[in-house]
């Protein structure tokens, strides 16, 4: 097993930690974590209700933390100095301008990394994640600030 992605992870974390705020690395952590295992444990919800399949939490577990560790470098490296750019430079309220730049960051990664053949239904989750995870992150922010002072 090799060493480099917890490395990478590790060395993306101190930066982090030393160019933003606690309560801004702290939500963007949260968020990474937690927004995928909620709507893994929803998908898996819908299995057992409408395709008689038993939940498997060890899976939704497993496939969360997939989700998170992908994406901890992605928002350390992309997001987070977007989001900031955005609270500085731009004049429109940052409810609307983050969840828009957030979604087009991740609609083109997943241009650019994807292999096979993608249609709407790709293009509709990815927004709808985006914007999910972009208004949570904006709420943590918003309850963690106050916090700092």
Excluded: R
């Amino acid at each position: 097993m090799s060493i480099l992605p917890h490395f990478v992870i590790l060395t993306l974390a101190i930066i982090a930690l030393l160019l933003y705020p606690w309560f801004v690395n702290v939500s963007f952590l949260l968020a990474i974590v937690l927004v995928p295992s909620f709507i893994l444990l929803l998908y898996g919800i819908f299995q057992t209700l409408f395709m008689d399949k038993q939940i498997d939490f060890i899976e939704i577990f497993t496939a969360g933390s997939l989700y998170s560790l992908a994406g901890i470098p992605i928002y350390f490296i992309l997001v987070i100095p977007v989001y900031l750019a955005l609270l500085k430079v731009t004049q429109f309220p940052i409810i609307f301008t983050f969840p828009f730049s957030l979604t087009i960051i991740m609609l083109l990664l997943f241009v650019f990394l994807t292999t096979k053949s993608w249609g709407y239904i790709e293009v509709l989750v990815i927004t709808g994640c985006s914007v999910l995870h972009s208004f949570f992150i904006l709420w943590l922010i918003s309850k963690l600030k106050p916090l700092s002072s």
